[in-house]
């Protein structure tokens, strides 16, 4: 069997190993692959493992060889599965490896909100403490979330962790979820939009990016919110209409946000966002701690073996 890894490298930057994989066949492995680059890559291919380089109609009509797709990653819009489908070829997904890790982000970007911590330890480097008449300082509001209300849109695997999080620091939690009507947890109440966006003083993204969430927080929804309160996103950076969210910060009708995706990624430099007041960027990472990396490996390896042994695992399409 011929595997070929099109873009391995945010998945494996040198710290995990691909031996399981190459234990199955005979195994290529290319950091990142340009569009223009992939028929030829795919060349003899009989398994393609993608992250993010698209495999579309015209690359499956090219590839005659290819039996089965493998996407590193839980979302698999890279991949036209309808056309896969069509020529039988099953396309795998990994559905769940970094439910804890994306959770945690959201309160490392909460956290930062609430104490900017970096930001206050940099102050300190500086010579900042040495130089104030106080024996403390701080230079922004500090925060306690006991009491602050979490609002969560989409109650799934990580909306339902983030919750249990919020729920430890004492948080009360309301959520909204287009298909689940009972959170399961008398403390927890599910919501309409409205409230969650009038009621809360965090809200945190946790829906998949589909027609229905597509800008879903804009600036009619943003005026609704407390000129307090923070938005999170570590979901899909369209969720949110990037150019309202920077205007809503700007003109201080919410108070922050913290945000791990983007519209487009890497973001164009003129991304309001990457300027706008009390903003906080990370690139995509949520996903990506060394722990949710390698069980995304191990189910990558098992999703591939069962596909080898004739009984393919996790197909989408
Ligand atoms: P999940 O499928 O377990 O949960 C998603 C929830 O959203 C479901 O309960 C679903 O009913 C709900 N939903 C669907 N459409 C909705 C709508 N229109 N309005 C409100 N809710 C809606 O998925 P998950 O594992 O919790 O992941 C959530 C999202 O997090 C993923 O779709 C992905 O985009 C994102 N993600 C980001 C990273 C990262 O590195 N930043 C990593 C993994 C996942």
């Not at 839980?74 to 439910?99: C, F, L, M, Q």
């Not at 130089?131 to 300082?137: E, F, G, I, L, N």
Request: proline share 5%; aromatic share 8%; with cysteine.
């Amino acid at each position: 069997m011929k595997i070929v890894v099109l873009d391995g490298y945010t998945l494996n930057p040198g710290d995990l190993s691909w031996e399981g994989l190459s234990a199955l066949g005979d195994l290529t492995v290319y950091d990142r692959t340009p569009y223009d680059q992939v028929v030829k890559r795919l060349e003899g291919a009989d398994i393609a493992l993608t992250n993010k380089t698209i495999i579309d109609r015209a690359v499956l009509e090219q590839s005659p060889n290819l039996k089965f797709i493998s996407v590193l990653a839980t979302g698999y819009d890279i991949v036209d599965v309808k056309a896969a489908r069509e020529r039988g070829i099953p396309v795998s997904n990994v559905p769940t490896y970094g439910t804890l890790s994306v959770a945690q982000m959201v309160f490392a970007h909460l956290l930062n909100l609430t104490q900017h911590v970096a930001e206050h330890a940099q102050g300190v480097a500086q010579g900042r403490w040495l130089a104030s008449p106080d024996w403390c300082y701080w230079d922004y509001p500090l925060i306690e979330l006991a009491g602050l209300t979490m609002g969560i849109i989409g109650f799934g695997r990580i909306g339902r962790t983030t919750a249990k999080i919020a729920k430890a620091f004492e948080m009360r939690v309301i959520a909204y979820d287009a298909y689940i009507r009972d959170s399961g947890d008398p403390d927890i109440e599910m919501v309409n939009l409205d409230r969650i966006f009038r009621e809360s003083d965090v809200i945190s993204l946790h829906c998949p990016l589909t027609p229905e969430t597509y800008n879903l927080v804009n600036a009619e929804r943003l005026r609704m919110m407390k000129p307090t309160a923070f938005l999170i996103n570590t979901s899909r950076g369209a969720v949110v209409n990037n150019a309202d969210l920077a205007d809503a910060l700007n003109r201080g009708l919410i108070a922050g946000a913290g945000l791990d995706v983007l519209e487009v990624e890497p973001p164009a430099a003129d991304n309001p966002l990457l300027t706008a007041k009390n903003c906080y960027i990370t690139p995509h990472i949520s996903w990506a701690t060394r722990s949710a990396r390698a069980r995304l490996m191990q189910a990558t390896v098992e999703n591939v073996a069962a596909f080898i042994a004739g009984k393919p695992q996790n197909v989408v399409n």
